[in-house]
């Protein structure tokens, strides 16, 4: 039995007020993560029995507003991802398939980071959005990386000032708590810090100092 068998079970015997959102059951979704004994986890995917014996307790993400129970409203992540620009911008005009192949050094480099399912749980993790709501955070910074190492993706001029803000890669501290509970055992502490090593080519480059007023995510 998974947590998510639980709280369907105790929503059609004991509460049907009891309210927390859910799709696939497979772990493909994302839309079940919420805080399970203390950890941020796919509701679908964790046994009961993984997590030994006693009371289980869960609790929605943190840092997202609440809606009811365990449901959450996701319009952080939203605003996160269009606040880095977080959509594919094709690089002139399109002419058919990109020849990027699979063993090349583009793919081997973006591919660990395109899984991202949208769950949430590395903002609820992460401290430093709990303590600033303007940081970028984990997944839309994950995602801008993503983006930045894709050659057919025009639009990187567009993202570097956000990116150099006070708000986005200069904010995080590195201390993986995103990365420790990514279901899709992403490492969004891994592409921020290869964002970084982006951005100070781009600034030497640029010849230009880092401006640290940049817009709010
Ligand atoms: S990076 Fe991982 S934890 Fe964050 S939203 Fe994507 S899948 Fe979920």
Redesign the pocket.
Known sequence: MTVLDALVEVQQNQDPTLAFRYACRVGMC?SC?MVVNGR?RWACRTLLASLGTGVVTVRPLYHFPLIRDLVVDMEP?TRKMKAVGAAFVAKGEATGFAPIGRDSRERRQIDPAV?????????SACTIVGWNGNFAG??AL?RAFTLMADSRDGAGAERWPTLLSEEALLRCHGQAN?TE????E?S?TDSILKLRRKSIFQLVSRGRRLDTRGPAC
Do not use: R
């Not at 899984?115 to 903002?123: K, N, P, V």
């Not at 509970?181 to 899709?184: E, S």
């Open positions: 994302g993560t941020e992540f899984e991202c399912i949208g769950c949430g749980a590395c903002l984990p997944a994950n995103c509970v990514c279901p899709m992403l969004p």
